[in-house]
């Protein structure tokens, strides 16, 4: 879904990424790479596949779009007991395979108690804000900002309601005229309910479709 935001032309994606097609520049937030290594540490059982599927759901939309630079909005490893060697052989196989894209890292409070990626991943580190363009780029949400900006941090999520009591949260897109709240790109965050402030509108992704709520479609182009 593209939508007009501060005079720029911008994807939406299903996969709760942002392409800016006029720069061919993905933004993310959140991935937590590693989360389920920490976990597993700790004696929680989680599943080993998450930073391996993350990882190629991201090749996907590397390739799909033809994005030559990545910003990642914080977040990118989930921890310090995080930074295993699994973990850095993963990341260091898909940078072999995209070793021509250039990669930014917006510092975010996870990033700031891992540490930085490994130098070997090639990754240009940001405190924030960071300014891009006619925006700045951000891990956190503020409440007054002297220009527009992406953010993440708040893994935003809307409930949808069908009959009877049926519920569904998925992952979703803040948009005001000011700011994109992003939602998390990894797929073992957890989500935060939400609610649209005045001006504010919803896009739902579920991870195929993206649906903007309420209908006013004030930022949308085409679906």
Not at 41 to 54: F, Q, V
Not at 208 to 223: C, R, T, V, Y
Request: hydrophobic share 35%.
């Amino acid at each position: 879904m593209r939508i007009l935001w501060q005079s720029e032309t911008l994807q939406l994606l299903p996969e709760k990424a942002v392409f800016w097609e006029k720069e061919n520049t993905l933004f993310l937030a959140d991935p937590h790479f590693g989360k389920a290594a920490a976990f597993r540490k700790a004696g929680i059982p989680i599943p080993e596949i998450t930073t391996e599927d993350d990882l190629q759901k991201l090749s996907i939309i590397v390739e799909k779009t033809g994005t030559e630079r990545i910003i990642f909005l914080g977040d990118f490893i989930h921890a310090r007991q995080s930074k295993t060697q699994v973990l850095r052989n993963l990341l260091f196989l898909w940078r072999e395979e995209f070793a021509e894209l250039e990669l930014h890292l917006i510092r975010g409070n996870h990033d700031l108690s891992s540490g930085d990626p490994w130098p070997e991943l090639g990754i240009e580190c940001h405190d924030e804000p960071w300014s891009l363009s006619n925006w700045d780029c951000r891990h956190h949400p503020v409440a007054t900002s002297s220009k527009p900006y992406f953010a993440g941090h708040v893994h935003p999520g809307y409930a949808l309601r069908g009959k009877g009591r049926t519920r569904e949260r998925s992952s979703c897109f803040q948009i005001s005229k000011n700011r994109i709240i992003f939602p998390a790109f990894g797929s073992f965050t957890g989500l935060k309910n939400i609610k649209p402030e005045e001006g504010e509108q919803i896009f739902v992704t579920n991870g195929k479709k993206i649906i903007g709520l309420p209908s006013l479609d004030n930022f949308i182009l085409e679906k």
